[in-house]
């Protein structure tokens, strides 16, 4: 099979891409509004983008009508973000905070979600995420219908039980992250792992 995403197969792109490129980790971003009203809402076309400097990538899409989705205006307005990560525990209010409320309505409150200050960006951080990333905008590229949001990823907080202080190196063995797969409602979890040491 050979699909021509230059032509007539191009209304498959995303179910296709969507379905071959799993598990995506899932960037639950949290954002303010002008008016100071915490915004979260999830992403899972996103990834570590790399480390000199330390960036991070995601794409917040339009809503049904056309219009940058809440995460998208807030971004562009404030320049800054936090990516909060997404563990087997927190997945059900992750998947609360995508129902599409209306500008200016936080997802947070309506989830019943505690936030914690960022140390150098505006936009607070989930209490209960294992690990957050403060990000300050480094540009948005827009490539067609797609929005590229990178940010520039300026502290890492992560949950004590998932450091290790002597080696200084997050315990992996113990996150237990989530990722979406295919389907709009398939996840999976990341427990399920295997070891192979990289040749010389």
Not at 45 to 51: C, D, H, P, R
Not at 152 to 159: A, G
Request: with cysteine.
């Amino acid at each position: 099979m050979e699909l021509d995403f230059e032509g007539a197969d191009l209304d498959r792109a995303y179910a296709v891409l969507s379905s071959l490129v799993t598990p995506r980790p899932i960037a639950w971003v949290t954002s303010l509004d002008e008016a100071g009203v915490v915004n979260a809402a999830p992403f899972s076309f996103f990834n570590v983008l790399g480390a000199h400097p330390p960036i991070v990538g995601f794409c917040p899409g339009n809503r049904d009508d056309g219009t940058p989705k809440d995460t998208a205006i807030n971004v562009r307005k404030l320049h800054e973000f936090v990516v909060n990560l997404v563990d087997e525990s927190l997945a059900e209010q992750m998947n609360q905070t995508a129902a599409s409320l209306p500008y200016g309505v936080s997802e947070v409150e309506a989830a019943g979600m505690e936030v914690l200050p960022s140390s150098t960006v505006k936009p607070p951080r989930l209490a209960a995420a294992p690990a957050s990333l403060e990000c300050a905008e480094w540009g948005t590229l827009q490539i067609g219908d797609n929005r590229l949001v990178i940010g520039l990823v300026k502290r890492v907080h992560i949950q004590d039980q998932y450091w290790e202080a002597d080696t200084m190196r997050i315990k992996s063995e113990e996150l237990r992250l989530i990722g979406r797969m295919a389907r709009p409602s398939w996840y999976c979890r990341t427990t399920d792992r295997f070891e192979m040491e990289r040749p010389q």
